[in-house]
């Protein structure tokens, strides 16, 4: 047996190394993949899963030298029952490899799985000739340890009876095995590294520097649909944003006239070929490309840096193609639609990151958008899934990940709600006192010096600090604007006194440590640091009351004595100095006492075992 540890150890460095958004099981899936059968980074991830709906198929390789197929199952347990459970999903697989290597059919073509997906087109050329067809259930355990369990031997008999082994062995003279693997941590090199072809124009090439440049290239809107699902999201982890058709403004300028137009060629009313004069084109972004004789380009790990909205629509059109009866000559008419295509190779990744800016900006980028794909928030991202909160890094992501009722069930935690990047930025400045930057976020995003600072490497270790302080910063807000509203307060200038950014930093500061602080707050900040807020809890909006009752009036009856009734600024170091005194009186211990996203931040383990207690 290996130990949970080391495989951890392995998925933690992957994951870091990758930025690959996936359960553990799933990742240690697609290391064992490369391991095992030498194949690389891009092509393991295209034929293991990301998702459910994968009728217990983790991973898959076919050896076409051998003509051999390999189905792999994934359980990261320590518990030896549960790591045989994986059976189960294994003879889901088997049922489902029934229909498609016997018959040639599928009750639906698995387009909303990649993995699935790439193992369905790869069946459709290949079933033919399969000789053997190998189950494998991946694990910690040697085989020795499951073998003699009662379910190994029952599943091992359905195995031996069912119609695939039959078929195999008697249609094929070949053979079908159930195996039991412990995971391969043992890396290594590819034999070879995938490439995705592209029909490429001639003489187009545009030279930047030895071994960077652009190639021009015209392809089939139907490639790039194929593309997306044989890639799923990952084929957009270098762009900014995800598909933003849910929000109405894209629905508007987006969804519906590309909806118009391919509806105008599908009917035969325009000719597929108007299509690149409408379109602007896509940009994609390669590691390596190399050109073959017949005008193919062989791309080498391509991920689409502008031309998100467009796939992710056409392929929604082309599903609604696909389910309707009579639609052959509509999906002929999709299929012969162009576009024209600019691939990047050979950049830096500055070069890219403005490259991906300079190509987008038919769709406003805000700053936030340009750090989207830094390490530190794919770690966040991924810390916060594994809590079952939402983290949306890249704009739009939320609504398209979470329509599929199989990825929104690994956020149990979210309650119809998500962390926005420049939301988490105020709230990690205001905990740590930087607040210029609390005062106004955008400005975090100006540029990677100031990002970091806010950013830091261990913002990760504190994630129960960003639920925490995430629900009390809507509730600080909301239970301001409450307090203002009383007449004493609303018919006076303490509105115009607390819109100000650095009074609202101030202020924030204050509320946010005195709750992390309080010794009357435990039970407090126990409930409200597991899970994510849509709104603000109206049970810690009346507790915000209480607190602006000790702050505001002083607060207003001093601003207004500094700044002559709002007719002067009132400087840095007056607010520092009243803000500070301010603290003292409300028990705040700035300089020592408890404080989120610090060396100083609540060891929440610890906390809760000492509360129960």
Not at 31 to 45: E, K
Not at 74 to 93: F, H, I, Q, V
Not at 505 to 523: D, I, V
Request: with cysteine; glycine share 4%.
């Amino acid at each position: 047996m290996i130990t949970k540890e080391d495989c951890q150890k392995a998925i933690k460095t992957f994951r870091a190394k990758q930025g690959v958004e996936a359960t553990d099981e799933n990742i240690i899936a697609t290391i064992h993949l490369m391991n095992t059968h030498g194949v690389d980074f891009h092509a393991a991830l295209d034929q293991s899963s990301r998702n459910g709906n994968d009728h217990g198929i983790d991973a898959w390789f076919f050896d076409e030298a051998k003509s051999e197929l390999y189905i792999y199952q994934s359980k990261l347990t320590e518990n030896r029952p549960a790591a045989l459970r994986g059976l189960a999903d294994l003879d889901n697989a088997r049922q489902w490899l029934e229909e498609i290597i016997i018959e040639g059919t599928v009750a639906a073509i698995p387009n909303d799985n990649h993995c699935l997906f790439n193992l369905y087109t790869t069946l459709a050329k290949v079933r033919e000739s399969i000789r053997a067809v190998n189950f494998s259930l991946a694990s910690l355990f040697d085989k020795n340890e499951l073998e003699d369990l009662t379910e190994y031997g029952e599943f091992q008999k359905a195995f031996i009876k069912s119609r695939l082994n039959e078929f195999i062995r008697q249609q094929r003279a070949g053979k079908l095995t159930l195996n039991l693997n412990q995971f391969n941590l043992e890396t290594a090199l590819p034999e070879k590294i995938k490439t995705y072809p592209l029909t490429t124009l001639p003489d187009s090439r545009v030279e930047l520097r030895r071994n960077a440049y652009l190639d021009l290239s015209y392809v089939p809107l139907h490639s790039l649909v194929q593309l997306y699902r044989q890639r799923g999201t990952v084929l957009f982890d270098k762009n900014v944003r995800l598909s933003l058709m849910a929000t109405k403004e894209a629905k508007e300028r987006l969804v519906n006239p590309l909806d118009a137009t391919l509806d105008k060629i599908v009917s035969g009313e325009l000719n597929p070929n108007i299509f690149p004069f409408y379109h602007i084109g896509i940009t994609i972004a390669a590691s390596a490309s190399t050109t073959e004789n017949d005008g193919h380009l062989n791309l080498e790990a391509p991920s689409i840096i502008n031309g998100c909205q467009t796939i992710t629509i056409a392929n929604e059109y082309l599903r609604r193609l696909e389910k309707g009866t009579n639609n052959e000559e509509a999906l002929s008419r999709f299929k012969q639609i162009k576009v024209i295509a600019k691939v990047v190779v050979g950049t830096t990744n500055e070069e890219l990151k403005e490259i991906t800016n300079a190509n987008n900006r038919q769709n406003p980028i805000e700053n936030w958008q340009l750090f989207s794909n830094e390490p530190i928030h794919i770690e966040i991202e991924q810390v916060l899934k594994e809590n079952g909160v939402f983290y949306e890094r890249q704009k739009g992501k939320f609504d398209s990940v979470m329509k599929n009722a199989e990825n929104a069930k690994f956020y149990f935690n979210t309650r119809g709600a998500y962390i926005k990047v420049v939301d988490l930025g105020q709230i990690i400045a205001v905990a740590k006192g930087q607040l210029q930057w609390g005062a106004k976020p955008s400005d975090i995003f100006l540029n990677k010096e100031n990002h970091d600072k806010v950013f830091d490497r261990a913002v990760t270790k504190y994630y129960q600090d960003i639920l925490f302080c995430t629900n009390l910063l809507k509730a600080i807000k909301r239970g301001l604007n409450v307090y203002l509203e009383q007449p004493t307060y609303a018919n006076s200038n303490a509105p115009k006194i607390f819109l100000k950014p650095m009074v609202r930093a101030h202020l924030y500061r204050l509320a946010l440590l005195y709750f992390y602080q309080s010794q009357n707050k435990e039970s407090l900040r126990l409930d409200y640091s597991t899970y994510l807020l849509k709104i603000a809890s109206m049970t810690l909006v009346e507790e915000m009351q209480t607190f602006y009752l000790k702050v505001i009036s002083k607060t207003k009856n001093w601003y207004n004595g500094e700044s002559k009734t709002l007719t002067v600024e009132v400087s840095k170091k007056s607010m520092d100095t009243f803000f500070g005194g301010l603290a003292t009186e409300l028990g705040i211990d700035i300089d020592e006492g408890q404080a989120p996203f610090t060396s100083r931040a609540i060891n929440w383990k610890q906390y809760e075992e000492e509360v129960a207690d």
